[in-house]
């Protein structure tokens, strides 16, 4: 299933996308599709009511994409999980995820204006795999285990300021958090009907022109390996977000470091996930 969230922000009514491209109403459901939604086998209750027609078809038409889940608990992410990405940044190949946290006040929707900082000259793209927690995840025996606890994928934009997040701070935080700095969607496609998520093809281009073209397959961590080593070290929620890192092409290892200008485009999306379109504003 695709399920979505469709409105003006704050304002949001929960939806699922048929495979026919038809859009259903969840209201009569949920409240929304949240961490408690998730957790309470909202999807199964959707799966059934669809299977059995008790769902009213909602008229999408100017109507905005939100973010497909509300407002997660937390965004965990991983940074250098590629290795094309890691070498084009002049970075070792981790032995370990690297692991960092973004404010979760950064997800926006897919089709969203990006605000550039204040001050900013080296705001940046990345097109990323997201993972969203499905059940309370906490000392996961193995990557089995972790596979169970994930509740969909989404593609994710997680926009990054490489002067604030490398230049000004030891951690990553300051260059991660910015307003809006975290696309979501289109949709929240359920993890059944992506059984092979390390087998997705990523891409991203600016202005037209294509700068990030990566495969799932080449992550260092594999998805079901991240959950399991991140549950060992915090307690993962349903409705939580996990970007589990880019591949190269990013404008801090391209030649003349092409960094991001109010004005820009950015078009980004993964196999079978969907695709986004950004306008990049000033803050």
């Not at 929304?32 to 027609?53: K, N, P």
């Not at 606890?149 to 934009?157: P, R």
């Not at 993964?270 to 000033?282: A, C, E, M, N």
């Amino acid at each position: 299933m695709r399920l979505l969230r469709l409105g003006a922000p704050g304002q949001e009514r929960p939806a699922v996308l048929d495979h026919e491209g038809d859009t259903y109403d969840l209201s009569a459901l949920t409240r929304d599709i949240d961490g408690g939604f998730l957790a309470s086998g909202g999807t199964q209750r959707v799966r059934a009511a669809l299977a059995a027609g008790e769902l009213p078809r909602l008229d999408v038409e100017g109507l905005r994409t939100g973010a497909p889940v509300s407002r997660p608990g937390k965004v965990v992410c991983v940074g250098l999980n590629y290795r094309d990405h890691a070498e084009e940044t002049g970075a070792a190949v981790p032995p370990r995820p690297v692991v960092f946290m973004k404010d979760p006040g950064t997800i926006v929707g897919p089709f969203d204006t990006v605000l550039v900082p204040r001050g900013s000259t080296k705001t940046d793209w990345e097109v990323e795999l997201a993972v969203v927690i499905g059940r309370r995840a906490r000392y996961l025996a193995g990557s089995e285990e972790a596979a169970g606890a994930i509740a969909g994928y989404a593609v994710s934009h997680d926009v990054s300021e490489r002067e604030f997040q490398l230049e000004l701070s030891p951690q990553w935080d300051l260059g991660k958090s910015r307003e809006t700095f975290n696309p979501l969607g289109p949709w929240l496609v359920t993890a059944d009907e992506v059984p092979k998520p390390q087998e997705l093809e990523l891409r991203l281009s600016v202005n037209g022109v294509l700068r990030q073209s990566g495969h799932t397959k080449n992550m260092i961590f594999d998805v079901a390996y991240l959950v399991w080593y991140l549950s060992q070290y915090m307690v993962l929620e349903p409705g939580d977000v996990i970007n589990t890192g880019t591949p190269a092409g990013v404008a801090l290892g391209l030649p003349g470091t092409p960094y991001l200008r109010p004005g820009d485009t950015v078009e980004l999306g993964i196999d079978g996930l969907g695709s986004q379109r950004q306008t990049f504003g000033r803050a």
